[in-house]
């Protein structure tokens, strides 16, 4: 379906002291904002809004934080249109704008004032990082399993007290706006962070709706070295729940997998090295903290099947051998640990043996099944267990084990829906084969954008089917940009994630961002940035090189070695590193 821009259905009603919401539905009622005492209350009677303020259409309430100078709202401003599941319309956030309530910050310090202009510059990091995802009518917080068997009052209530709050990302801006006002409620909008594609394809004669949505967890959310492992809670980093939808002729199926770093208490701080070591905390409980993880995945999922396709040697294989030895201690029968060492396995691009790790599972894929709805409604059939996979960073090779999945489902489903003859392979409808694979591939480069800063690796075999020189070399360049982003800018992704999660607050009124860099580690780097500098000018401009422009070209050469030295030895001391949680102690 082709995207096309829609119009919100709230109108926003700017005053000098208020904020006034309208609903054009046809609901009854409005919202008032006191921009100076900061209340927020539902009303009936709508001829107290004046005629005369400007007013203009948004989407909704994307909700509100607080700043030294006071609250800010945020709301939705541009959206598109991408698509529609069981009927209803799917929208893709395009723009927001944040109205800080107080319109001058002349009752606030300079420095607060400065950690203000630092605050709203990272909620717009985060607002700005795509994609955000809402409906007014479809609950993309829940899968579609969750939903047929949800209760009939359960419809009644506002998206947002029906909502799945793990996939809620901007829960806390709403909780913060809402303050507990079921019709206040009303006026907000939950959003899903993470990927989500529509498409009505064709296979053979048969057209049908096809959907893919990816919801990152709001718990334990971070960037990729900042955010690592499970927290006391027992949530882990980078948790995704993936869904693939069906649609044909009424009938409805849904595949739901899920990815999520592995559930032990273990980082992997960024130090200027390329691939800094895993570090698992021995001072902490990890089984009870994994307990508490899995408790709730089989909850909500049913039975699992662990894919671990990290390297079975190195720090990547001292991990995996704690994991495997927690899995057999915690003796759950309801999980299954499958290793699968991805990048011996598939060593010099044989990615073919990838159907060894399918092999192993094609028992567990058929007991598993699927949800599958008639076109009245009725539970033909439900997905009774879940597929969760992990790498390092649940990136790369973990999408790429997720999409054959994918792809083995939609197969089954197509068979069972009678789009696809008995034994037919999808690998022969060349057009669906194309969408497929870059909508999985474009799934990759989303999530990964959103914890790592970059596109995915091996999105080309994703998207060929494949290995190529070409996508060899592209992972080379998005390599070198994580390794700068991970170094010298996720520090403030991080805390960007941190302050709009609500791990941070500026309750304290001290202010902490407005501080500057200086000492050795300012020095340094400018220090060896002039001995290159001296070095390669000495190189270049003598017209000949006599013992004395020697030594001087070894002088500087020296004490270029020397401050390099330094910085790699001292290496997390250079680092952009998080200064609103103090989530991690690094080593002296």
Known sequence: MVPDQALGNVLLYTANDKFYLELLDGVEGFVTIDRLTSEVRFGVDRSQIPVSLPRRNIFGVYGTFETFAGPCLVVVTEATKIGKICGQSILRIDATEIIPYARTNYHISQRQAADDAALISMVKNVLDTPHHYFSLNYDLTHSMQRLAFIAPEFRQMSMFERADDRFVWNYKLIENFVRGDKEVAKYSLPVIHGFISIKVCSVGRNSFNWAVISRRSRYNAGTRFYTRGINLDGHVANFVETEQIVEYDGQKTAFVQTRGSIPLFWNQLPNLKYKPSVVIDSFKE?????????????????????LNLVDQKGSEGRLASHYKTLIQTYNNDLLRYEAFDFHHECRRMRWDRLSILIDRISQDFENFGYLHLSSEGLVIRRQEGTFRTNCIDCLDRTNVVQSMLAHKNLEAVLERLGILSEGSNLVNHKNFEYSFKNVWADNADFISCQYSGTGALKTDYTRTGKRTKFGALKDGYNSLLRYYKNNFADGFRQDAID????????????????????????????????SFGMWFSAILLPDEYSTEVLLFMLFWAFAFMMCLKTILRYGNEFVNKPRLVDRHRWPK
């Open 286 to 306: 990890h089984i009870l903290a994994l307990t508490k993880h899995f408790e709730e995945q089989v909850l909500q999922y049913g039975q699992q099947v662990l």
């Open 499 to 530: 302050f709009f999660h609500g791990h941070w607050t500026v309750d304290g009124g001290v202010p902490v961002l407005s501080t500057e860099v200086s000492g050795w580690k300012f020095y340094l780097p400018i220090f060896l940035l002039l």
